[in-house]
């Protein structure tokens, strides 16, 4: 059993910076591959970037390659996500997840999930 928190979000302008964390409960959260995926308004939920639970591969949807970068302490049981050159359409509640299935890019394979973190870009 994982939980998961998720924290950071907030509101900041175009070319903006953010970093998400998410911290985790429980024994086995460095066994588990971590993925953020984020929906907006109206639109289903949407793989943003995910990462081996050693750390050593990580993923990212094209929209996202080169601004976003993932990462995780497992000592901390934590998974983070900094957002940099924010843009208007990366508004959405992002959340955090944990999966047994290899850096899946798909939200049917994740097993646990948090509450989420609103992130809002104005432009």
């Known amino acids: 059993q994982v939980q998961l928190v998720e924290s950071g979000g907030g509101s900041v302008q175009a070319g903006g910076s953010l970093r998400l964390s998410c911290a985790a409960s429980?024994?086995?959260?460095?066994?588990?591959?971590m993925g953020w995926f984020r929906q907006a308004p109206g639109k289903e939920r949407e793989f943003v970037a995910s990462?081996?639970?050693?750390?050593?591969?990580?993923y990212y949807a094209d929209s996202v390659k080169g601004r976003f970068t993932i990462s995780r302490d497992n000592a901390k049981k934590s998974v983070y996500l900094q957002m940099s050159n924010l843009r208007p359409e990366d508004t959405a509640v992002y959340y955090c997840g944990a999966t047994t299935t290899y850096v899946s890019r798909s939200s049917d394979d994740y097993k646990y999930w948090g509450q989420g973190t609103q992130v809002t870009v104005s432009s």
């Open positions: 429980g024994r086995t959260f460095n066994t588990y591959d």
């Open positions: 990462i081996r639970w050693s750390g050593t591969s990580t």
